[in-house]
């Protein structure tokens, strides 16, 4: 949570100069515990801005970067690489596409679902990876790999994070903030239909190929799960 | 609070096998009723003024002690096939069913009674610790610790798996506090070297050995039936 609250308060009082911290939580659907709570510790969490931005009808990238920490969120959106928009396509509408290419006629295929979806943070790290990215991130935020990992498979990515992973890997700085889910794409300056055109442009080889990865990870989570579900039953069967 | 601490786990390990009959009644885990009945009982045995007055039938020479080892060894027996099965540890069934545990239980079982046997045991006392003590019934005393020892440090390393693992958390507590007792437990090896003035050390090792596996244990079953209810909540 590492927004200072003095230069929170000032911007809230930029924002909204009259109104009062529950009318503030009204409108932006937080609890005042929770604000007065982070307030109260001196760091205020990125969501709490972002959801006080939606509440006021503010671009969110735009508030967030008036924070020292998020100068780069200033100015024009970069846009996002071809990669980028590949990763944020949710496994179950990549598969979609896979049949709907090899059938075509059939019933369209509905709209992408909105990122994040359930691996959005290991799908983006891993497009934008040049085989070093993990090693560069860790040198410049001091953050320990196992840690970076971890947060990867709980498919969190805590907004610092995601703008030194972008940083390092030479892309647009919102792209880990929608994965990690804190904004939307179109909040990010991504145009509507752009995933769904850079899912298009793919040959079926790179389709097919893409999906058998996301299949083979998705494989290996759901068969951890598994084995970690036999433990926990075979303990409850013998002593429960 | 050394003489409150057996009463204390007496209660707790009562409390728990009573709260099992209903299900064992059901038939469902019977073997964990009888483990905890069997807990319950060698506690009951070891406390001063039962076991004074059970002794006091069987003769006052400290048979009642005899029984109390040999019920301990054939819990940790039953008990140790049980958790190293629960915790998936097929290495830990195998050391304590097969060849090997079956030798150390056979040779200690032995021991035990020789020990006995070549004591003199006249004048009821419990845990012996009135009689006047030689090298006889250090060996004694030894063997009462060394089998569940061996049990205990047999079911570590899969119990720590389970407590470091993804499993719900309250399974994991639960599985901390019997990885607890069983340390203790074998901590327990070490007791020659606690001098006999601080003998209450003793009494609070085995028994909060005793009280932390059945809390241990009883917190496995109830992560079971909160996960069960808040199942049947969300369904």
């Known amino acids: 949570m590492p927004l200072p609250s003095k230069a929170f308060q000032r911007w809230l009082h930029g924002i909204a100069p009259d109104a009062s911290t529950a009318d503030v939580c009204r ?21 709490t801005l972002v959801s006080i931005s939606r509440g006021f009808h503010i671009n969110p990238v735009q508030a967030l970067s008036t924070f020292d920490l998020y100068a780069e969120l200033r100015g024009d959106p970069v846009p996002p690489t071809p990669c980028e928009l590949v990763s944020q396509v949710a496994t179950i509408d990549l598969l979609r596409a896979v049949v709907d290419r090899s059938e075509p006629g059939a019933a369209p295929a509905p709209r992408l679902s909105e990122p994040p979806h359930p691996t959005s943070v290991r799908n983006w ?7 070093e990215l993990r090693h560069r991130v860790s040198d410049t935020t001091g953050i320990a790999p196992q840690n970076f990992s971890a947060h990867l498979t709980a498919n969190r990515l805590p907004p610092e994070l995601a703008i030194a992973t972008s940083r390092a890997a030479g892309v647009g700085p919102a792209g880990g903030l929608v994965a990690g889910g804190l904004i939307t794409e179109a909040e990010a300056g991504w145009p509507p239909n752009a995933r769904q055109e850079a899912l298009d442009k793919l040959s079926q080889g790179r389709l097919v190929t893409l999906a058998g990865e996301r299949l083979l990870a998705l494989g290996k989570t759901l068969r951890r799960q598994e084995q970690d579900h036999e433990r926990t039953e075979r303990i409850w069967e013998n002593l429960g | 609070m050394t003489a409150v601490l057996p009463w204390v786990t007496l209660a ?3 409390a728990i096998t009573i709260a099992r009959i209903p299900s064992a009644l059901r038939g469902e885990n019977r073997e964990v009723f009888y483990i905890f009945s069997l807990i319950s ?7 001063e003024a039962p076991y004074l007055l059970i002794d006091g ?3 006052g020479m400290n048979i009642g002690n005899l029984i109390l080892r040999f019920l301990l060894y054939g819990t940790f027996y039953f008990m140790g096939i049980k958790i190293a099965t629960a915790f ?6 195998r050391a304590i069913r097969g060849p090997l545990g079956i030798a150390a239980a056979v040779i200690v079982g ?16 419990a845990g012996m610790s009135g009689l006047k003590w030689g090298p006889s019934l250090d060996g004694y005393a030894a063997m009462g610790r060394l089998y569940p020892g061996f049990v205990a440090a047999c079911l570590i390393p899969a119990i720590w798996r389970t407590v470091v693992s993804t499993a719900p958390i309250l399974l994991r507590v639960a599985s901390g506090l019997l990885l607890l007792g069983l340390s203790l437990l074998l901590s327990s090896q070490l007791f020659p070297l606690i001098p006999f003035s601080e003998a209450w050390l003793r009494v609070l090792i085995n028994y909060s050995a005793a009280l932390f596996t059945c809390l241990g244990l009883a917190g496995i079953w109830f992560s079971k039936s909160f996960a069960r209810r808040k199942q049947r909540l969300s369904a």
């Open chain 2, 12 to 14: 707790v390990c009562l």
């Open chain 2, 57 to 59: 039938w069987l003769g």
């Open chain 2, 41 to 47: 009982l060698s506690i009951f045995i070891s406390i």
């Open chain 2, 88 to 93: 998936g540890s097929a290495s830990a069934v």
């Open chain 2, 110 to 125: 032995a021991l035990t009674i020789y020990f006995f046997v070549i004591t003199d045991t006249q004048g009821s006392s």
């Open chain 1, 125 to 131: 790290v891993d497009a934008i990876d040049d085989g």
């Open chain 1, 27 to 47: 409108i932006a659907g937080i609890k005042r515990t929770t604000l007065a709570q982070q307030l109260v510790r001196g760091k205020v969490a990125e969501s």
